[in-house]
């Protein structure tokens, strides 16, 4: 199943801390869509759930410039 969350508005750290959160109510192999900012957001965001063991599946720019979605797998 695919979940989507906007942290566009979010600044570090909590842009994480709303991804993390939201990941621990998916299940197992649901997918994230996680609408975030260039800069430390989009810096931050797919390299934490690295490290904590999540799989990112993509990143791709948006149609509005400097908007990125992440897809992050549980």
Do not use: W
């Not at 993390?20 to 197992?28: D, F, P, Q």
């Not at 957001?41 to 599946?57: C, D, I, K, S, Y």
């Amino acid at each position: 199943m695919i979940h989507t969350l906007d942290v566009t508005k979010e600044h570090c750290p909590m842009t994480f801390v709303k991804v993390k959160i939201a990941l621990s109510k998916l299940s197992e192999g649901d997918i994230l869509e996680v609408k975030l900012t260039d800069g430390e957001p989009l810096e931050n965001v797919p390299r934490t759930a690295t490290e904590q063991g999540f799989e990112v599946l993509s990143t791709t720019e948006t149609e509005t410039p400097g908007i990125y979605t992440v897809e992050i797998k549980k």
